[in-house]
């Protein structure tokens, strides 16, 4: 089975410009998490989907980041304008709803971001 | 507001001894606790959990230790294996309206095990 695919896995840019991030989850997980790991510091929990409803972006910093999942499949989070600390390994994470109470997270390789 | 927190950064220990790792908790709505497992340049794994009705699960050369009054939770690891030298993040759920509630990260502790 393949896992949660990112990419690209690395990417440098200068404040203010723009950039988005890419998440294909493993196949059949409905749930998908954005996450954003800044170093020396755990993952914190950006913006989470249902399918392709959202269902958690309590986290997520509304004025510069966005993210959708048209299709209930793959994701994209973008960063516009970016700023210097957003430099952080962004983390994308999948589950699969089998009516636990909790379903475990299977997370991609990450994309390291670092804004110059 | 650091509701989950690992408070060494690093642990050193000789292969074939104990690694004890820990992890303390503010927050009392949560009911269930994990262990993730990073290497450098990879995501997280799945290590190991433990609901909040038990106080210990174990899992092979893993054991995780729950203290809920204490809102203490710990990982023995037992034979450490040079394998292990990875950094070990500690985690925490609460009750969502959906499966898949979201995970409160601690900031990490780097094992490193030596020959």
């Known amino acids: 089975e393949a896992g949660v695919a990112q990419s690209p896995r690395y990417k440098i840019i200068e404040k203010r410009q723009s950039v988005a991030f890419w998440c294909n989850p493993i196949?059949?997980?409905?749930?998908l998490y954005w996450y954003q790991q800044i170093l020396g510091q755990g993952p914190k929990l950006l913006i989470q989907?249902?399918?392709?409803?959202?269902?958690?972006d309590s986290q997520l910093p509304k004025d510069r980041f966005s993210a959708e999942r048209l299709k209930g499949v793959d994701s994209t989070l973008k960063i516009q304008p970016a700023k210097l600390e957003d430099s952080a390994v962004y983390l994308c994470?999948?589950?699969?709803?089998?009516?636990?109470?909790?379903?475990?997270?299977?997370f991609g390789p990450g994309t390291r971001l670092t804004v110059l | 507001d650091q509701q989950v927190k690992q408070n060494s950064p690093s642990l050193s220990v000789q292969e074939g001894r104990i690694s004890i790792l820990n992890c303390d908790y503010t927050?009392?709505?949560?009911?269930?606790f994990l262990w993730y497992k990073k290497y450098p340049a990879e995501g997280p794994t799945f290590l190991i959990s433990?609901?909040?009705?038990?106080d210990k699960n174990e899992d092979g050369r893993f054991t995780v230790f729950l203290n809920k009054s204490a809102k203490h939770l710990s990982l023995h690891i037992v034979p450490s294996q040079p394998g292990d030298s990875a950094v070990y993040f500690c985690?925490?759920?609460?009750?969502?309206?959906?499966?898949?509630?979201?995970?409160?990260f601690g900031e990490g502790t780097q094992l490193t095990v030596n020959p």
């Open positions: 994470a999948s589950s699969f709803n089998s009516g636990r109470v909790y379903n475990e997270q299977f």
């Open positions: 196949s059949g997980h409905a749930t």
């Open positions: 989907f249902q399918n392709n409803g959202v269902v958690d």
């Open positions: 927050n009392s709505m949560f009911d269930y």
């Open positions: 433990i609901s909040s009705i038990k």
């Open positions: 985690a925490a759920s609460s009750p969502g309206e959906t499966s898949g509630s979201r995970l409160t």
